[in-house]
């Protein structure tokens, strides 16, 4: 009985779930946008926002899932009237692609959100402003991922062209936390849900640059809990990240979602007797879950960007793999840009983070070097 | 700096080396017999035995390496003499091609090797015989694996077919061992090389059933250094298997060899830092070879072989899925049929063997239901 799971989106997640799909013996078929992608092994080429090239995709699989949250939720609700199974479903998705969806839901699910309002005028921002300590952040409702569509701003001076273009919009509290949380979970369509230990992520620019598992002295609990009630109260089926705000006296706000594997997770592919990748395989087939214990204590991932000067890390694979360390370097085969996330590391430990991380370091400066 | 690996053969093991190569970013090519392969998601279909196909394919690789030792050597030597970088090389090759040359070249290196004797006619084959207690191992120089090419003899009358066939044969002692073993290493092109703790392999009908990690109570530093005595006076590139029989006397002898990762060696995926599929494409990149250190204390694989009633494994996932344990199930992809190597199963302890083989066990037998 083969299983083919179709994703659409040819980027690294696509790319990392080729691996499970391999070594589960699913087949696995890939809609990218370009030749050159990521996922090119598993691809054809076709745009996921022409309902008759979908459609001609969905055909040839068993269920179709996602790479990323860019497609029309017109075209997934023609599948699904077509008898496609899509997997999450459409009126999940909205949520992970609409923000004000999103905050809405949460609200309704009593989940604990920054303050927040939608706002369609330059009076609104700034009154909203004006009741948060002068400053805000401001995003639009669709189209924002990597620190796009999303502004702080002191005044709607700074929106201007946002509210000009008619963009939704949101604005919230910039929250005053200590660190940022993410947590993983995956819910397949049946309704089992499971949950890896909460992490912690690490921006820089606005890009996630480190995941350190489990996130020291957090409180998993709670994580865990408001990820049971979105995965529940939305039907989400598939991996399911939730980030997350720690406030200082521990309180936890979410912050962003996403339905698909996400960076925070990138680390369960060593890390994890069961990654996010085959993880999501299983959940979108209905199939049951796999063990989310750690296969070592301690996780520490690093995202390689694009440095400054052209460089695709492979160059100084020998550099990299002379060290005496545990790291495992994974590339996404793509072309070098600066800033770019173009592959990560992830070192395990079973002593402590800063012993993964100080191996994931030193592999990540071999790279540069 | 792109990588690419070409391998000739679409097996299970090159659709195994698929995954290293997606997660470090080498691209790979694959040259298969057949349209359904193991490693289609890679594969171009062509007859390895037609210089001019293997010449074509080998044109859009950067190094040329194998899923089995079935490709003419003067084939291989025509690469070379275009300047085609085959690792490993046919001159190490032969060696794993043809056993009597060798088993000419482990005496040639005071390896420590059943007696044996090349015979050409049956008063050759009968005076062996006498000589060694009234049985004997025949073997066919050329052509066997997985029990074929291979006969238990008390006369020369049960090889008339072979010496009829005027086919090139050697006949062996046949070794009264208490347990097989397999030593599984590496070796790069610059002569790095490492190796794996020592294994123990269980045979059913001539086909590996079971592995065993590590051998308990086997003399490990007496079958890596025959490893490495062979890998480097045979010149091996990639990596290297070298089976063996462990005697009463915990004496080692080496059996058979193979030039390529072997299924003594795929419970690595899970259960080394650095799993064989990985081992073999770095090795013949030229880089520098990873840690061979286990993940875990303990792993056992069993083989997923087709058994007496149509199964594909694939439908039983549910059931396999359901227990609480952490076995990892591989699937090849390939069609049902009795007594075929379809996938395999590999569970990982901390505690014991036995507990690793009882978790593979029950997902095993969870498979067939």
Redesign the interface.
């Known amino acids: 009985?083969?299983?083919t799971v179709g994703i659409i989106g040819g980027g690294q997640l696509a790319?990392?779930m080729?691996?499970p799909a391999?070594?589960?013996?699913?087949?696995?078929k890939v809609l990218a946008e370009a030749e050159q992608s990521p996922a090119k092994?598993?691809a054809t080429v076709g745009d996921y926002s022409d309902l008759q090239t979908v459609k001609e995709f969905a055909n040839t699989v068993d269920v179709i899932t996602f790479d990323h949250e860019h497609v029309p939720l017109e075209i997934l609700e023609a599948l699904i009237a077509d008898g496609v199974n899509v997997q999450p479903s459409p009126k999940a998705l909205l949520f992970a692609q609409n923000k004000l969806a999103m905050r809405k839901r949460l609200a309704e699910l009593n989940v604990p959100i920054p303050d927040w309002a939608e706002v369609s005028s330059a009076a609104e921002i700034d009154s909203f402003i004006k009741e948060h300590e002068g400053e805000a952040v401001l995003k639009t409702a669709t189209g924002g991922y990597d620190g796009k569509g999303v502004r702080i701003i002191r005044s709607a001076g700074e929106a201007t062209d946002w509210l000009n273009a008619g963009k939704p919009l949101l604005i919230e509290e910039k929250v005053n936390f200590v660190r940022e949380l993410a947590q993983l979970s995956a819910r397949n369509s049946s309704g089992q849900w499971l949950a890896w230990h909460v992490v912690q992520t690490i921006q820089r620019a606005g890009v996630c640059a480190e995941v350190h598992s489990p996130a020291a002295n957090a409180d998993s609990e709670a994580a865990a809990k408001i990820a049971e009630v979105i995965a529940t109260g939305f039907g989400v089926t598939g991996v399911l990240a939730v980030e997350l705000f720690e406030t200082a006296d521990g309180k936890l706000l979410v912050n962003e979602l996403a339905m698909r594997p996400h960076n925070s997770g990138h680390f369960t592919?060593e890390g994890s007797?069961t990654s996010q990748f085959e993880q999501h395989l299983?959940a979108v087939l209905d199939?049951?879950?796999?063990?989310t214990?750690g296969?070592?204590a301690f996780a520490v991932m690093l995202n390689l960007l694009g440095p400054e000067t052209a460089n695709?890390?492979?160059?100084h694979?020998?550099n990299a793999?002379?060290l005496?360390?545990?790291s495992?370097?994974?590339?996404?085969?793509k072309e070098y840009r600066a800033g770019r996330k173009m592959?990560h590391i992830t070192a395990l430990s079973s002593d402590s983070l800063q012993d993964a991380r100080d191996q994931a370091l030193a592999t990540y400066n071999a790279l540069l070097a």
């Open positions: 009985m083969l299983r790319r990392m080729i691996v391999i070594e589960l013996g699913f087949e696995i092994l598993a592919i007797v299983r199939l049951p879950l796999g063990s214990e296969t070592s695709t890390f492979a160059e694979f020998e793999w002379v005496e360390n545990t495992h370097i994974h590339l996404y085969g592959g």
